[in-house]
């Protein structure tokens, strides 16, 4: 195939430039830019074969450079990553499910979501409002479905309680 190119060994130099291109496009936590620079040192080191454990110093130290530089920082990315799937209808356990997933520390996130980024009540109107459930479901249908309404708010995480009544709100209060 004319388009595929043999992967280049690692160096400092290119796993650094590989990092700043990655966080140009995607905004990330440490652990997951080592996720990162850990394949694409896997994908090199596959092809030429050499051992990957070999170059994890490298990482390291590319890393420590995103870091010192501030393109990399845990907390801000936790709060920003927050703050849109509040807006989206995230409940904290998804958003705690998610950014662990991306390597934030569990005390980062605690803080995070402990600091507001909006009430779990409010999230929970957002998500029944683009799901278009309970009050902005037809209004003939509302409470012909209002168990699978509630069933889907358990399983995007929210409690029962907060299902119940943002689904048994006026359109207004949700």
Do not use: W
Request: glycine letters at 6%; one cysteine or more; aromatic letters at 4%.
């Amino acid at each position: 195939m004319p388009g595929k190119t043999t992967p280049k060994l690692p160096t400092v130099e290119r796993l650094t430039r590989s990092a700043v291109h990655y966080l140009e496009r995607y905004s990330s936590s440490q652990n997951n830019l080592r996720k990162v620079l850990e394949r694409r040192i896997l994908k090199a080191c596959r092809h030429h074969g050499l051992d990957p454990a070999d170059f994890s110093g490298m990482i390291d130290k590319v890393l420590k450079k995103c870091v010192d530089s501030g393109l990399v920082n845990d907390r801000a990315y936790a709060e920003t990553k927050t703050a849109s799937l509040r807006r989206r209808g995230g409940s904290r356990r998804k958003i705690e499910a998610q950014l662990a997933q991306k390597g934030v520390d569990r005390d980062t996130i605690r803080s995070v979501l402990d600091d507001g980024a909006g009430t779990e009540e409010e999230a929970a109107g957002a998500y029944a409002r683009r799901r278009r459930l309970g009050p902005f479901r037809n209004a003939a249908d509302r409470a012909a479905r209002r168990e699978k309404d509630l069933a889907a708010m358990c399983r995007a995480g929210f409690s029962f309680d907060i299902a119940v009544r943002v689904i048994e709100s006026a359109k207004d209060d949700a």
